[in-house]
């Protein structure tokens, strides 16, 4: 059943992809993180209700770093859904697990010091060939898009998954604190409000485009169904093996958002695109299974 939860919650996640392309039309990104951020903490205010879930924290800075790096990987990655083809956006935002396996590679450098005791952490040769096959990936689906002048935009959609895999990790770390989903949830909601509504007081507000405006309620109500269904399919993954199944049927998101392009948007990616698309599910699927063997075996 948790295997069902992920592939809807791939497929909520697509379809709010859609409602963002169409939505950007009359709003900017900071617009679309602030409405999608307030009825976000409508929806999580309920739920936690309904869970008897208190809002208030005891790690109000880990929550506000979380806030911090998830909303720069939502404003990049709406950003990103605005001038590229939808299953490219969707795609450069899920290199998310190969920047977490390349934090791992990083990490463990950073904290070896020198000595007789503590021998050179081994060179993890099958992570690294991983990792530098998703960024072999993302060079294959940019460049396509700078000789079509959207290298800028894959340059913003790559930082989303940069910055979605930090923010990841920082709930990993909240969630191993004991810290409630719902409430992880609605702090990350309200950062995106204030920081869309903070972006929108600099920038200034588009113009109400009236009936268009509706767009922005499935944008949110998408969101956060998306945001329930992953969290109930990682929280029945009670396995090892079951979790990496799930982990993995993310991908799905990317065929949805493929055939949303095609169908609705008339997207036409040429053959290197989906070529690099491939490399990148292959290698976050791999960096993926590798990391869950490294933990087992630690």
């Known amino acids: ?144 898009s700078v000789g079509d002048g959207q290298g800028f935009a894959g340059t913003v959609g790559l930082l989303s998954g940069f910055c979605a895999a930090m923010a990841y990790m920082q709930v990993s770390a909240l969630s191993r604190l004991g810290e409630p989903e719902a409430r992880t949830v ?5 950062g995106s409000a204030v920081a869309g509504g903070a972006a929108m007081l600099v920038a200034g507000a588009s113009p109400w485009p009236g009936w268009p405006a509706l767009w922005l309620l499935p944008l949110g109500l998408l969101a956060a169904g998306g945001q329930l269904c992953m969290t109930l399919a990682y929280a029945r993954a009670t396995t090892a093996r079951s979790t990496l199944v799930v982990a993995n049927l993310q991908y799905s998101g990317i065929i949805f958002a493929s055939l949303y ?25 791999a960096a993926t299974a590798l990391r869950a063997r490294g933990a087992a075996t630690n």
């Open 186 to 190: 609605f702090y990350f909601a309200l």
């Open 1 to 144: 059943m948790q295997a069902l939860w992920m592939v809807l919650a791939a497929f909520l996640f697509a379809s709010m992809g859609v409602c963002v392309k169409i939505a950007s039309q009359w709003f900017s990104a900071a617009e679309l993180v602030f409405y999608r951020g307030l009825i976000g903490m409508g929806l999580l205010a309920l739920l936690a209700r309904r869970q008897s879930v208190r809002l208030g924290t005891a790690y109000p800075g880990m929550h506000a770093w979380r806030s911090l790096v998830g909303v720069v990987a939502l404003g990049a990655w709406f950003y990103a859904i605005a001038h590229l083809p939808l299953a490219s956006a969707i795609t450069l935002n899920y290199m998310s697990s190969v920047w977490i396996a390349a934090f791992v590679m990083g990490g463990a450098l950073l904290a070896w010091r020198p000595s007789p005791q503590t021998p050179r952490p081994p060179l993890q040769v099958p992570l690294v060939l991983t990792v530098l096959a998703g960024f072999a990936g993302v060079l294959l689906m940019l460049r396509p």
């Open 261 to 285: 392009g095609v169908l609705l948007f008339g997207d036409a990616l040429p053959l290197l695109a989906w070529a690099g698309m491939a490399l990148i599910v292959a290698s976050g699927i």
